[in-house]
């Protein structure tokens, strides 16, 4: 770390937070920037939306193998290092996106930036545990937490805009641009928080021990049931994220402008269960909370559900609108309260666990969101069951697996 980067106080600049959520927030628009797109993309392809949606998933399971690999990598090289090789993957990829003309291109292409996008995000996260402790790292923590929920809010808004200047290739164009400035902040702003010393210790280390704590943390099996539990409910929302498109603009016949309005709702509704959730906590344990939560979602599946089946092809806007928005409201009071839940296990490895569980979520969510799209119908039906699912195999895991009932002994691995 340059000697002159701490203040006067011995730390560091109000200003280095938001450079860090800045580069966080890569993710978020690289995957809802480009959703009110899709059926322009799927046009000028000559395919089905579906078949263009399968571009979501696949960016999810590249930002997650990207997370679980670039981890141990900027420990081993140093967070600046690892940050300009996935910027640089990001760079290339979306500069091949533009020239793509089938949609078996753009899915691979989508990945490989992915997995670019997580070898960067993932330094954001770690030099927060380098440089910041206690209270302090979790009031940038959850600066950043607050940048990833607003940062899908106005994706979709800037992608509908870019869409009125040109076509979808515009998009991309921003997202390459975004990308060009967060190099620079990476190359020119942010420092080196892993020592020379640290560096040089870990690559006399051998390749197996950066990987060998997964191992023990799968070992947990009260651990894995939180994780699991967390993982079906982040399915849940990509099953949505990555239907999005179809759900609005072409069965309810909303327009792209109109677009980011209905989408953004349900983010604002995840937003305000995150801030019932801090006052909750002040009275309730996380684990009493979380099965509250994943309850909730279950019975908003369950009314989605019933709306879709007894409405049929006839469904009003409203009535999908309203189970859809408690549904992933629901997940604002869940996904703090598992996290907790689960990292309360791993006091003394808490960044590989970590690492894993921001991986499960785009892991789960690529897969279950991937799986419902390639069963297709034209119909809401599959999404809806696909939702209940994942929240009934959720609240299961809490239940019996992560046995959620019972009080949580900090470090307990049995």
Known sequence: MPPNFLDADGKPPRWLAPCLAALVALTPFSIDTYLPAIPAMAEALGVEVAQVQHS???????????QLCGG????????????????????????????TNTVELLVILRFFQAVGGGFAAVNSGAMVRD????????????????MMLIAPLAAPVIGSSLL??????????????????????????????????????????????LFQNYGQIFRCRRALGFLFAQGLVSGSMFIYITTAPFVFMEHFGVSSANFPVLFGSCVLGLVLMVQLNIRLLKVFE?????LVGISLQLLSCTLLVASTLYFGNQQPLLAWMVPLVMAMGAIGIITPNSAACYLEFFPKISGTANALYGATLFIAGGLLGGLVNGI???????????????????????????????????????
């Open 376 to 414: 297709h119908t034209g119909t809401l039906v599959p999404i809806a069951v696909g939702m209940l699912c994942c929240s009934a195999a959720a609240l299961g895991c809490a239940l019996f697996v992560a046995q959620a009932r019972q009080p949580i002994e900090v470090g307990e691995q049995k």
């Open 72 to 99: 141990p990598l900027s420990d081993r090289w140093g967070r600046i290092l690892v940050g300009t090789i996935g910027l640089t993957i990001f760079m290339l990829s979306t500069v091949l996106i533009l020239f």
């Open 286 to 290: 996380p684990r009493q909370i979380l």
């Open 131 to 146: 440089l910041y402790h206690g209270r302090e790292a979790a009031r940038i923590m959850s600066m950043i937490a607050t």
């Open 164 to 209: 009125t200047f040109g076509d979808w290739h515009a998009i991309f164009v921003f997202l390459l641009i975004y990308a060009a400035l967060m190099m620079g902040l990476v190359r020119g702003v942010l420092p080196e928080t892993v020592s020379k010393f640290r560096r040089a210790r870990r690559q006399r280390e051998s390749r197996r021990t």
């Open 56 to 66: 979501v998933s696949s960016f999810l399971l590249g930002f997650a193998i990207g």
